[in-house]
């Protein structure tokens, strides 16, 4: 994870997130041209990135590999090589039926797709390569645009409330908001104290508070007085940029692992963090608004309707409006109401129909 002070709001998101990825090109490895993530390559999680030269270059850099230094201006790839990445995949499942939310173009840096070729296809000293998978031929790629969230296919049932039946509270999550490689939305933002209480159930490490929260992969990462608190922010204002929740995050088997090795944060217990969470809230393991993509909740997606400004480190947050994370699950009180007289009604007539058959 790397931690900056300040970070510029841009209308995909913040400035250089999530602007590159990994992608097999000829499909041997993984489907191809997708962007690869953790879930299916965790070896990626032991190449450290920083932002040098004034924010001009990245640096990359992995066990055994020379540092690598990629340009960031769109300028700099005006003459690599282009191409079409997959911007979220296919999940875990296997050939076309997983889920898809689009492609965004892209350019291959000629340079960094070697480097990091090199680096999966090493042998890792067990007999098998470094990546976990077959040799294959890897490109780096930089986006050259975002990805509009209002163009999703209706891949879930939150997306088809938004696009499809386009209901206005669900279109207005999706409404201006752009990402890149991020898997679906721009933001994601965690509680530390929603990590310190799965720590406190047993999911901590020796010497740690709290679960690592660099696991959780999330781009804003706040300290809320309550654990969950977060879940609860249906709108926020931070460093003056007003921000839209737009769905609790379901999460894959990526947090479960160490965002410096790729290894399992708990060997001995690959899954723990899926079971303390299965178990303190077994309602937030499957909601239906996200059909097949279904995983215990940590974190918070949250769109910010391409507004630009600039968040720090201290900001405060501003909670201008709250709702139950479960609101969508629950019968209003009108709706309530209805049932009651419905069947307050029906109760009624049977009980005239039973004394109309005993008075004949």
Not at 177 to 183: G, I, S
Not at 192 to 213: L, M, N, Q
Not at 260 to 285: Q, S
Request: with cysteine.
């Amino acid at each position: 994870m790397l931690q900056v002070d300040s970070a510029e709001l841009t209308p995909t998101g913040f400035a250089l997130d999530r602007y590159w990825c990994v992608v097999d090109l000829d499909g041997v490895a993984v489907s191809k041209c997708e962007a690869i993530s953790k879930r299916k390559v965790p070896a990626l999680a032991t190449v450290t990135v920083q932002i040098v030269s004034e924010g001009a270059e990245l640096l990359l850099e992995a066990p055994g590999m020379e540092a690598l230094r990629l340009p960031t201006s769109t300028e700099a790839y005006s003459n690599e090589r282009g191409g079409r990445v997959e911007c979220s995949g296919r999940s875990t499942t296997q050939g076309d039926a997983g889920w898809y939310l689009g492609s965004i173009d892209a350019w291959q840096h000629e340079k960094g797709s070697e480097w990091i070729s090199r680096y999966l296809n090493r042998d890792a000293g067990d007999g098998r390569l470094l990546s976990g998978k077959k040799r294959a031929n890897y490109g780096l790629m930089r986006s050259q645009h975002g990805l509009s969230m209002e163009s999703y296919p209706p891949a879930f049932p939150l997306i088809a409330k938004a696009n499809v039946d386009h209901q206005a509270e669900y279109e207005t999550r999706f409404k201006d908001n752009e990402k890149r490689f991020a898997d679906f939305a721009p933001l994601l933002l965690v509680n530390r104290a929603s990590a310190t209480f799965v720590g406190e159930r047993g999911g901590k490490r020796e010497g740690e508070a709290a679960y690592p929260i660099g696991s959780f992969r999330g781009n804003i990462v706040v300290h809320a007085e309550a654990a969950w608190a977060e879940e609860s922010w249906s709108q926020i204002e931070v460093g003056g940029v007003t921000l839209r929740k737009i769905k609790e995050c379901p999460r894959c088997t990526v947090p479960c692992r160490d965002e410096t090795t790729g290894g399992f944060v708990f060997p001995e217990d690959k899954m723990r963090l899926w079971r303390l969470l299965r178990k303190a809230f077994p309602a937030k393991n499957a909601d239906a608004e996200w059909g097949s993509w279904a995983g215990p909740f940590f974190g918070v997606y949250f769109g910010h309707a391409g507004q630009q400004g600039t968040l720090s480190v201290g900001d405060p947050i501003s909670v201008l409006h709250t709702a139950p994370w479960d609101a969508h699950m629950r019968m209003s009180a009108s709706r309530r109401a209805l049932l009651f007289a419905f069947v307050l009604a029906l109760c009624v007539a049977i009980v005239a129909i039973i004394m109309a058959r005993r008075i004949d």
